[in-house]
C-alpha cells in the first residue's frame, strides 16, 4: 500500500498514539500534520526524524484543541502548505478521574472540548475538501470506554460514547462521496495520558501505584498487557487502505478482550 499522494492531519500526536500514527502514515508515504503541546526541542526533534526517515513533508502546528477557530485553522493551515487534507486522525485527548460529586466543572468543559468536540471542529472543516475531491479517511482513537463505563471518569466516558456517535452520522453523511470514518477503540495503552492519570486514580481509590497497574488499568483486560502505540497505528493504515474502503462507520476494538464479554 502506498499513501503517497496523501496528506494527513493527526491531532494530539506530539507523543504516545498520535506520534506513532503520524510515523506509521507517513512510512507509507503520507505528508504529515503534527498538533500538540510539549517541549519545542522534543516536537522538532520528531518532526525533523519523520522527515529524515520516511523523505516526506512533516508539519507542525501548536493549535489549541479547545479553541474552534484554532481547529478550523490548523485545517486550513494544513490544506494550503500540503495541498489537501485527506487523512483526519483525531486523537487529542486528555483524562481526569474523579467522583462525579467532586468532578470540577472546569475539567468537565475541557475534556468535553479536547476529547469529544475538537473532532466535531476538525471533521466540520476537513470534510467539504474530501468530498470535493472524492476521497477521504476519518480515523477518530476513542476508547473501551466508548463501550463500557469506569467509576470516576465521568467526563471521558461520555465524551468517548459521543465520539462514537458523531463518527457514525458523519459516516452516514459522507458514504456516497468516497470518505470513510471509523473510531478506534483500544483498551489501556501505555502512554503517557494513562501513566498521568494513575496518581489520581491512586487517591480516589486508595491504592498503591502497582495496584492501579494490575487491579485497575490490566484487570479488565484479559490478555493482561497493555495494547501497543505501534498496533493502534497499524490499524490506523489499514483503514486508510483500498481494503478498507467499506469499512465506515464501525467502532473496532483493540482492547485485549475487555468488551469481548
Not at 178 to 193: D, Q
Request: charge should be negative; hydrophobic fraction near 50%; include cysteine.
Amino acid at each position: 500500500m502506498s499513501l503517497r499522494t496523501r496528506n494527513a492531519v493527526v491531532t494530539g500526536s506530539t507523543s504516545g498514539i498520535g506520534l506513532a500514527c503520524a510515523r506509521a502514515l507517513a512510512r507509507e508515504g503520507a505528508n504529515v500534520m503534527l498538533n500538540g503541546f510539549g517541549p519545542a526541542e522534543q516536537i522538532e526533534q520528531a518532526r525533523a526524524a519523520i522527515e529524515g526517515e520516511f523523505g516526506v513533508r512533516a508539519l507542525h502546528s501548536p493549535a489549541d484543541m479547545t479553541d474552534p477557530e484554532a481547529i478550523a485553522g490548523l485545517i486550513a493551515q494544513a490544506e494550503e502548505a500540503l495541498g489537501s487534507v485527506d487523512i483526519l486522525v483525531n486523537n487529542a485527548g486528555v483524562q481526569f478521574v474523579s467522583p462525579v460529586e467532586e468532578f470540577p466543572v472546569d475539567k468537565w468543559n475541557q475534556i468535553i472540548a479536547i476529547n469529544l468536540s475538537a473532532a466535531f471542529h476538525a471533521m466540520r472543516a476537513a470534510v467539504p475538501g474530501m468530498k470535493r475531491r472524492g476521497w477521504g479517511r476519518i480515523i477518530s482513537t476513542a476508547s473501551a470506554h466508548s463501550l463500557v463505563a469506569s467509576p470516576y471518569k465521568s467526563a471521558y466516558v461520555a465524551a468517548k460514547h459521543g465520539l462514537v456517535g458523531l463518527t457514525k452520522t458523519v459516516a452516514l453523511e459522507v458514504a456516497a462521496h468516497g470518505v470513510t470514518a471509523n473510531c478506534i477503540s483500544p483498551g489501556y495503552v501505555w502512554t503517557p495520558l494513562v501513566e498521568r492519570q494513575i496518581p489520581d486514580t491512586m487517591k480516589a481509590r486508595n491504592m498503591t501505584e502497582q495496584q492501579v497497574i494490575n487491579d485497575v488499568l490490566l484487570a479488565a483486560q484479559p490478555t493482561k498487557q497493555f495494547v501497543k502505540v505501534e498496533e493502534v497505528a497499524a490499524m490506523a493504515v489499514f483503514l486508510c487502505s483500498d481494503a478498507a474502503a467499506q469499512i465506515t462507520g464501525a467502532n473496532l476494538s483493540m482492547d485485549g478482550g475487555w468488551t469481548a464479554a
